[in-house]
């Protein structure tokens, strides 16, 4: 008995077209284009609400993220991305890095 990859092809391209989407990262707001962002694109914007303070992140850190709206949370892994609406939110752990 095998296990069945559930897993979907998501074009961010696709999903940037669909207009801004606020989303919080780290409890700081931040608009992203369109309703899917990465774990790239997480570490990034986070680095850039943190650069004032000095920080910056190196390495890939443990991202969980919360959609209040539709009571679901996870964790967002490195390469992979996920879908957002409005409110969603991000908890970055930069001493948690791998």
Sequence with gaps: MGVEDKTQTISVDDHNERGATEI???????KVPGDLVTYKQIVEIWNKLHEAEGKHIIGTPGIDYEDDSKGEDGILLPGKAVLVKDGTSFSVDPEHVS
């Excluded at 919080?24 to 931040?30: A, C, F, L, P």
């Design 24 to 30: 919080y990262v780290s409890g700081r707001e931040y």
